[in-house]
């Protein structure tokens, strides 16, 4: 049962552009999401998260949109950078006080100079 | 290096042996989370602890999997009679508190080869 879905594993977009990844989940009782930025041979790297109070969240180039009712979540890139090449993980939780996460599978991105 | 240790970050073991993952959270987080990934999936909780204590394991197989968090030391991630299935990568997150929405970071990760 997959509970959070990244249905596009790869997604190539022209340096300078913006990026769209995407991610939908099933779980109506996930409250605050996140997305994760992982290169190989090392661990996921924090990128930017949104509390279910939200809609919108914005750290520089990175923006989270989040839908509820549609229970979506998407994050934008602009302008892209070759050193976002990596792949991203969507991550949900659920549970005031015990923050396991629940991960998508990861949408590679790959950045074309 | 202020970040989450994780070591070894590769062991090999053959089948039957017992493996043990150390990791160590960053300074000031007193909650620790593993999470394992098989190639081309995502991260799976398995345990999350606090100090001297296992809060949530519902992720952990039922058998030859433990999992500890000392008052003193590294959590500990145990993996007794190893099993070709057991092969993976191995994460440990740590956060600061639970109930506030704290990103979790993550060490490097261990790469468990069974042979």
């Known amino acids: 049962d997959q509970q959070v879905k990244q249905n596009s594993p790869s997604l190539s977009v022209q340096e300078g552009r913006i990026s769209i990844l995407n991610c939908d989940y099933t779980?109506?009782?996930?409250?605050?999401f996140l997305w994760y930025k992982k290169y190989p041979a090392e661990g996921p790297t924090f990128l930017i998260s949104i509390s279910s109070i939200k809609d919108k969240n914005e750290d520089g180039r990175f923006t989270v949109f989040l839908n509820k009712s549609a229970k979506h979540l998407s994050l934008h890139i602009v302008p892209s950078q070759p050193g976002d090449s990596a792949v991203y993980f969507c991550?949900?939780?659920?549970?005031?006080?015990?923050?396991?996460?629940?991960f998508g599978t990861g949408t590679r991105l790959t950045i074309i100079p | 290096n202020a970040g989450v240790m994780q070591n070894p970050r590769h062991l090999v073991r053959r089948r039957g042996q017992e493996a043990r993952l150390r990791c160590s959270p960053m300074k000031g987080h007193s909650h620790v989370y593993w999470y394992r990934q098989l190639p081309e999936e995502g991260l799976k909780f398995m345990v999350y602890l606090q100090k001297e204590n296992i809060i949530d394991e519902s992720g952990m197989p039922k058998e030859r999997f433990s999992a500890e968090f000392p008052k003193e030391g590294p959590s500990i991630l145990r993996i007794q009679q190893v099993v070709r299935g057991d092969s993976a990568a191995y994460f440990c997150?740590?956060?600061?508190?639970?109930?506030?929405?704290?990103?979790?970071?993550f060490g490097d990760g261990t790469r468990l080869s069974i042979l």
């Open positions: 991550a949900a939780s659920a549970d005031f006080g015990n923050e396991k996460l629940t």
């Open positions: 997150a740590s956060s600061p508190s639970a109930g506030l929405n704290q990103p979790q970071h």
């Open positions: 779980n109506s009782m996930f409250d605050y």
